[in-house]
T-cell receptor, first 114, second 117 residues
Protein backbone atom coordinates (compact mmCIF):
# COMPACT_ATOMS: atom_id res chain seq x y z
CA UNK A 1 0.00 0.00 0.00
CA UNK A 2 0.96 3.60 -0.34
CA UNK A 3 1.97 5.73 2.62
CA UNK A 4 -0.34 6.36 5.52
CA UNK A 5 0.99 9.54 7.10
CA UNK A 6 1.19 10.41 10.78
CA UNK A 7 3.18 12.93 12.74
CA UNK A 8 5.99 11.16 14.59
CA UNK A 9 5.84 12.77 18.03
CA UNK A 10 3.32 14.40 20.34
CA UNK A 11 3.85 15.61 23.89
CA UNK A 12 1.00 16.62 26.18
CA UNK A 13 0.49 17.32 29.88
CA UNK A 14 -1.44 14.94 32.04
CA UNK A 15 -5.11 15.88 32.08
CA UNK A 16 -5.01 17.63 28.71
CA UNK A 17 -6.54 16.24 25.53
CA UNK A 18 -4.34 14.60 22.90
CA UNK A 19 -5.14 14.67 19.21
CA UNK A 20 -3.28 12.33 16.87
CA UNK A 21 -3.79 12.90 13.16
CA UNK A 22 -3.51 10.57 10.20
CA UNK A 23 -4.01 10.85 6.46
CA UNK A 24 -4.67 7.71 4.48
CA UNK A 25 -4.47 6.90 0.82
CA UNK A 26 -7.25 4.60 -0.34
CA UNK A 27 -10.56 6.36 -0.76
CA UNK A 28 -12.27 2.96 -0.97
CA UNK A 29 -11.05 1.87 2.49
CA UNK A 30 -14.03 0.56 4.40
CA UNK A 31 -12.49 0.33 7.85
CA UNK A 32 -9.86 2.44 9.54
CA UNK A 33 -8.19 1.42 12.77
CA UNK A 34 -6.21 2.85 15.65
CA UNK A 35 -3.72 0.60 17.41
CA UNK A 36 -1.64 1.26 20.54
CA UNK A 37 1.81 -0.20 21.15
CA UNK A 38 3.41 -0.08 24.58
CA UNK A 39 7.18 -0.63 24.95
CA UNK A 40 8.22 -4.21 24.24
CA UNK A 41 4.71 -5.32 23.38
CA UNK A 42 2.63 -6.08 20.33
CA UNK A 43 -0.06 -3.84 18.90
CA UNK A 44 -3.37 -3.62 20.70
CA UNK A 45 -6.54 -2.59 18.87
CA UNK A 46 -7.91 0.62 20.42
CA UNK A 47 -10.84 1.45 18.21
CA UNK A 48 -12.00 1.48 14.61
CA UNK A 49 -14.41 3.40 12.43
CA UNK A 50 -16.45 2.33 9.44
CA UNK A 51 -16.15 4.56 6.43
CA UNK A 52 -19.82 5.61 6.43
CA UNK A 53 -19.38 7.22 9.85
CA UNK A 54 -18.05 10.68 10.65
CA UNK A 55 -17.41 10.15 14.32
CA UNK A 56 -17.18 7.39 16.85
CA UNK A 57 -16.87 7.82 20.61
CA UNK A 58 -15.68 5.14 23.00
CA UNK A 59 -15.17 6.35 26.58
CA UNK A 60 -12.17 8.72 26.48
CA UNK A 61 -11.52 8.07 22.80
CA UNK A 62 -13.11 10.00 19.92
CA UNK A 63 -12.38 9.14 16.30
CA UNK A 64 -13.17 11.68 13.59
CA UNK A 65 -13.21 10.77 9.92
CA UNK A 66 -13.16 13.22 7.02
CA UNK A 67 -13.55 11.07 3.92
CA UNK A 68 -13.28 13.97 1.51
CA UNK A 69 -9.79 14.84 2.81
CA UNK A 70 -8.94 11.23 3.74
CA UNK A 71 -8.12 12.45 7.23
CA UNK A 72 -8.55 10.47 10.44
CA UNK A 73 -7.94 11.69 13.96
CA UNK A 74 -7.88 10.14 17.42
CA UNK A 75 -8.67 12.33 20.40
CA UNK A 76 -7.85 11.10 23.89
CA UNK A 77 -9.62 13.07 26.60
CA UNK A 78 -8.05 13.57 30.05
CA UNK A 79 -4.77 12.02 28.91
CA UNK A 80 -3.00 9.95 31.56
CA UNK A 81 0.64 8.88 31.91
CA UNK A 82 -0.49 5.34 31.09
CA UNK A 83 -1.51 6.59 27.65
CA UNK A 84 2.17 7.14 26.76
CA UNK A 85 2.76 4.75 23.85
CA UNK A 86 3.05 4.63 20.07
CA UNK A 87 -0.25 4.99 18.21
CA UNK A 88 -0.70 3.55 14.74
CA UNK A 89 -3.31 4.44 12.19
CA UNK A 90 -4.18 1.67 9.70
CA UNK A 91 -6.39 1.34 6.64
CA UNK A 92 -7.70 -1.77 4.93
CA UNK A 93 -6.44 -2.20 1.40
CA UNK A 94 -6.73 -4.82 -1.31
CA UNK A 95 -3.45 -6.73 -1.17
CA UNK A 96 -4.26 -9.11 -4.02
CA UNK A 97 -7.17 -10.97 -5.59
CA UNK A 98 -7.16 -13.32 -2.63
CA UNK A 99 -7.54 -10.86 0.16
CA UNK A 100 -6.97 -7.64 1.94
CA UNK A 101 -4.40 -6.47 4.45
CA UNK A 102 -3.82 -3.49 6.71
CA UNK A 103 -1.60 -0.62 5.67
CA UNK A 104 -0.04 1.02 8.74
CA UNK A 105 1.31 4.48 9.32
CA UNK A 106 4.74 4.87 10.90
CA UNK A 107 3.24 5.57 14.30
CA UNK A 108 2.97 8.61 16.57
CA UNK A 109 4.91 8.50 19.85
CA UNK A 110 2.77 10.09 22.54
CA UNK A 111 4.55 11.31 25.65
CA UNK A 112 2.41 12.35 28.59
CA UNK A 113 4.20 14.47 31.18
CA UNK A 114 3.02 15.01 34.77
CA UNK B 1 -7.34 -18.59 24.94
CA UNK B 2 -3.66 -17.77 24.66
CA UNK B 3 -4.31 -15.62 21.57
CA UNK B 4 -1.38 -15.25 19.18
CA UNK B 5 1.83 -16.83 20.46
CA UNK B 6 5.21 -16.11 18.91
CA UNK B 7 8.44 -17.93 19.65
CA UNK B 8 11.22 -17.23 20.27
CA UNK B 9 11.00 -13.77 21.85
CA UNK B 10 14.63 -12.99 21.04
CA UNK B 11 17.07 -14.46 18.55
CA UNK B 12 20.57 -13.64 17.36
CA UNK B 13 21.75 -15.12 14.07
CA UNK B 14 24.90 -14.94 12.04
CA UNK B 15 24.76 -13.89 8.41
CA UNK B 16 23.83 -16.86 6.25
CA UNK B 17 22.13 -18.88 8.96
CA UNK B 18 18.56 -20.00 8.53
CA UNK B 19 15.81 -20.15 11.10
CA UNK B 20 12.06 -20.35 11.54
CA UNK B 21 9.98 -17.91 13.54
CA UNK B 22 6.96 -19.67 14.97
CA UNK B 23 3.46 -18.28 15.20
CA UNK B 24 0.42 -20.07 16.56
CA UNK B 25 -3.11 -18.91 17.31
CA UNK B 26 -5.83 -20.76 19.19
CA UNK B 27 -8.78 -18.62 18.11
CA UNK B 28 -9.58 -20.55 14.90
CA UNK B 29 -8.74 -17.45 12.89
CA UNK B 30 -8.87 -17.77 9.14
CA UNK B 31 -6.39 -15.01 8.37
CA UNK B 32 -2.76 -14.83 9.50
CA UNK B 33 0.03 -12.47 8.55
CA UNK B 34 3.60 -11.46 9.27
CA UNK B 35 4.83 -7.89 9.63
CA UNK B 36 8.22 -6.47 10.35
CA UNK B 37 8.68 -3.29 12.36
CA UNK B 38 11.71 -1.09 11.82
CA UNK B 39 12.49 2.34 13.31
CA UNK B 40 11.05 5.09 11.15
CA UNK B 41 9.41 2.57 8.82
CA UNK B 42 6.33 1.52 10.74
CA UNK B 43 4.96 -1.95 10.03
CA UNK B 44 5.45 -3.59 6.66
CA UNK B 45 3.62 -6.68 5.48
CA UNK B 46 5.85 -9.64 4.61
CA UNK B 47 3.45 -12.50 3.83
CA UNK B 48 -0.12 -13.35 4.64
CA UNK B 49 -2.51 -16.29 4.43
CA UNK B 50 -6.28 -16.24 3.97
CA UNK B 51 -6.66 -19.86 5.04
CA UNK B 52 -4.93 -23.22 5.34
CA UNK B 53 -3.02 -24.03 2.18
CA UNK B 54 -3.13 -20.47 0.83
CA UNK B 55 -0.35 -17.91 1.15
CA UNK B 56 0.48 -14.69 -0.64
CA UNK B 57 3.21 -12.07 -0.70
CA UNK B 58 3.03 -8.73 0.99
CA UNK B 59 5.11 -5.61 0.53
CA UNK B 60 8.53 -7.02 1.53
CA UNK B 61 8.56 -10.81 0.87
CA UNK B 62 12.14 -11.25 -0.37
CA UNK B 63 14.27 -13.49 1.83
CA UNK B 64 11.29 -15.02 3.61
CA UNK B 65 9.15 -18.11 3.05
CA UNK B 66 5.88 -19.11 4.69
CA UNK B 67 3.55 -22.07 4.71
CA UNK B 68 0.09 -22.66 6.17
CA UNK B 69 -0.46 -26.38 6.58
CA UNK B 70 -2.88 -25.91 9.49
CA UNK B 71 -5.28 -23.17 10.53
CA UNK B 72 -3.37 -22.66 13.79
CA UNK B 73 0.23 -22.26 12.61
CA UNK B 74 1.94 -19.83 10.27
CA UNK B 75 5.74 -20.13 10.49
CA UNK B 76 8.07 -17.61 8.86
CA UNK B 77 11.33 -18.96 7.49
CA UNK B 78 14.48 -16.96 6.89
CA UNK B 79 16.43 -18.87 4.28
CA UNK B 80 19.81 -17.13 4.61
CA UNK B 81 19.77 -14.38 7.20
CA UNK B 82 21.16 -10.95 6.31
CA UNK B 83 21.85 -7.92 8.56
CA UNK B 84 19.02 -6.10 6.73
CA UNK B 85 16.62 -8.60 8.31
CA UNK B 86 17.43 -7.33 11.80
CA UNK B 87 14.01 -6.24 12.96
CA UNK B 88 11.07 -6.94 15.23
CA UNK B 89 8.69 -9.44 13.65
CA UNK B 90 5.00 -9.52 14.47
CA UNK B 91 2.52 -12.20 13.64
CA UNK B 92 -1.13 -11.15 13.51
CA UNK B 93 -4.38 -13.00 12.90
CA UNK B 94 -7.98 -12.12 12.18
CA UNK B 95 -11.24 -14.09 12.24
CA UNK B 96 -11.90 -13.41 8.58
CA UNK B 97 -9.83 -12.88 5.53
CA UNK B 98 -10.28 -9.14 5.83
CA UNK B 99 -12.69 -9.23 2.94
CA UNK B 100 -14.15 -5.99 1.78
CA UNK B 101 -17.05 -5.10 4.06
CA UNK B 102 -15.87 -7.18 7.00
CA UNK B 103 -14.54 -5.55 10.11
CA UNK B 104 -11.57 -7.77 10.74
CA UNK B 105 -9.15 -6.17 13.18
CA UNK B 106 -5.83 -7.88 13.60
CA UNK B 107 -4.81 -9.58 16.84
CA UNK B 108 -1.07 -9.29 17.35
CA UNK B 109 1.50 -11.47 19.08
CA UNK B 110 4.16 -9.89 21.29
CA UNK B 111 6.84 -10.06 18.63
CA UNK B 112 10.19 -11.71 17.97
CA UNK B 113 13.25 -9.47 18.19
CA UNK B 114 15.79 -10.71 15.66
CA UNK B 115 19.38 -9.51 15.33
CA UNK B 116 21.54 -10.66 12.43
CA UNK B 117 25.26 -10.03 12.85
Amino acid sequence: GEDVEQSLFLSVREGDSSVINCTYTDSSSTYLYWYKQEPGAGLQLLTYIFSNMDMKQDQRLTVLLNKKDKHLSLRIADTQTGDSAIYFCAEKFEASNSGYALNFGKGTSLLVTP
Amino acid sequence: NAGVTQTPKFQVLKTGQSMTLQCAQDMNHEYMSWYRQDPGMGLRLIHYSVGAGITDQGEVPNGYNVSRSTTEDFPLRLLSAAPSQTSVYFCASSPHSIRQGNNSPLHFGNGTRLTVT
